[in-house]
């Protein structure tokens, strides 16, 4: 399951109703329910969006809880700081491989035994791996709350990771690859771009399941190395939210998790990017696709790495020009009838250097070489005017307004959390985050685009039909 990050709040705000986009008094029809004035105080970045507090653990490892006693349910999320971006050179892969692995088995707790806990109590568990972080999770009646901090608890200390289960779950990873990137020939082309603009082996070029063959290699002693490197409580966060009083969740932290032993942190070193792109301009050709795709990515900073007083503004510069409806791209490309879709995206809480991605799935008939050149135009006339007043306030509000998706349901609020701080990011950063965007200024959207999208390494993709051809390289 993929981890909810403030990107993917964002991304759908836009198809929130337009009225809560326009100011007061546009002549729309108000949208069918109003934020409450507490929430209005939160998207202004007045008051924090969670509420949460945090705590360490004299082992070190930090605990973070927000209550939300709307229904009687806790969510428990195990964050660790390592994700594929710590895989070891030739070794891609392993954070992935040891996900799997968690969840043979620990001291006290039996193989399979977990995950069968949970959902005979109605239930669910999970993991995922990212680029930046691994997370356990499961989401529980509020009183099975200690039941699965114990168990959470027995693993993070002692995994079994028994020797004859390590080959049938490398077959179980080859296949899981197999099903969604092999198979796939969207898929296979994303993973050659990325190699393209990061290079084959720098940790942002790595597919996050592994490269099949460095897959093939990983061993045992790779697994329990990363594990203890990587697996330690001053490299944790543990994230509670739900319907637990603040006094039950620090008792129960201190009895399961407190007699976790600390160890040595290893800090993350990852690679800074090279001064150009690996490969600046990738076709393909594949006889599995039959409507043509465009990809244009440039290397970023993002709150982590580099300019880090651009990432703000790149958030807002994404979504006014691919940020649905009313985005510059949409009304170039898709309202003019030469593309089915077009969008922009960038996520600044990645640790480490990241990028501002641009993509457009033209309509059958429609040229490739139209398409980029009306791509082209779009992103010129941007670094040469910059945006207008008018489309900074729309992506302000609609990209504020997303804080309310992040207030509803289970799920958003630990996952938001967890990867911030895991990230190495202050609890600010996602508790005033409406804040930090509504600041942006006009200025600093046009200086950031010019910064990224006018000067920054890139490369541009095309996944093509069979027959079709490219456009001509642009210089």
Not at 423 to 446: C, I, K, N, Y
């Amino acid at each position: 399951m993929s981890p909810v990050t403030r990107r993917s709040t964002i991304a759908s705000a836009a198809a929130l109703p337009v009225a809560l986009s326009l100011p007061a008094g546009a002549g729309l029809a108000a949208p069918p329910v109003q934020p409450a004035p507490e929430d209005r105080a939160k998207l202004a970045g007045d008051r924090p969006l969670f509420g949460a507090t945090t705590w360490t653990l004299p082992n070190g490892l930090r605990v973070v809880h927000a209550e939300s006693r709307r229904v009687p349910v806790v969510s428990h999320y195990l964050f660790y700081a390592a994700g594929a971006g710590e895989d070891p050179a030739g070794r891609s892969g392993t954070a992935h491989f040891l996900e799997h692995m968690m969840f043979k088995g620990s001291r006290n707790v039996p193989p399979g035994q977990l995950s069968l806990v949970v959902a005979r109590e109605g239930g669910q568990d999970n993991a995922f791996t990212s680029r930046d972080v691994t997370a356990y999770h499961q989401t529980v009646e509020a009183s099975r709350l200690p039941l699965v901090m114990r168990m959470e608890a027995d693993r993070f200390a002692g995994p079994l990771i028994p020797p004859e289960t390590v080959e049938p779950e490398r077959a179980v990873v080859l296949e899981e690859r197999r099903q969604r990137t092999d198979s796939n020939p969207r898929a296979r082309f994303w993973e050659e771009f990325e190699a393209a603009l990061w290079g084959r082996q720098h940790w942002r070029g790595r597919p996050i399941i592994g490269w099949e063959d460095e897959i093939r290699a990983i061993s045992r002693d790779d697994l329990l190395d990363f594990y203890g490197r990587r697996y330690a409580p001053g490299n944790a966060v543990l994230v509670v939210t739900g319907d637990a009083r603040p006094e039950r969740v620090r008792a129960l932290a201190e009895e399961y998790y407190g007699g976790v032993p600390s160890r040595a942190v290893t800090p993350r070193d990852r690679a800074a990017p090279a001064a150009t792109a690996a490969e600046p301009r990738l076709i393909r050709h594949d006889p599995g696709v039959r409507e043509a795709s465009f990809l244009r990515a440039a290397m970023a900073p993002s709150l982590t790495w580099g300019d880090r007083d651009q990432a703000w503004a790149l958030e807002v510069l994404a979504h006014l020009l691919g940020g649905g409806p009313g985005s510059r791209l949409h009304q170039a490309l898709v309202e003019t009838s030469l593309c089915v879709g077009a969008s922009a995206s960038y996520d600044s809480d990645s640790v480490g250097v990241t990028a501002f991605l641009l993509s457009a799935l033209p309509q059958p008939g429609v040229t490739p070489e139209k398409v980029e050149a009306a791509i082209d135009a779009v992103v010129a006339r941007l670094l040469q005017e910059g945006p207008t007043e008018a489309e900074l306030t729309r992506a302000q509000r609609q990209l504020t307004a997303g804080a309310l998706l992040a207030l509803d349901g289970i799920g958003a609020a630990p996952r938001m959390l967890g990867s911030t701080l895991a990230s190495g990011l202050p609890l600010e950063v996602v508790e005033f985050w409406p804040r930090h965007l509504r600041a942006v200024t006009l200025a600093q959207v046009t200086e950031a685009a010019r910064a990224v999208l006018g000067q920054a390494p890139a490369t541009t993709g095309w996944l093509l039909p069979e027959g079709v051809a490219a456009p001509e390289r642009r210089i």
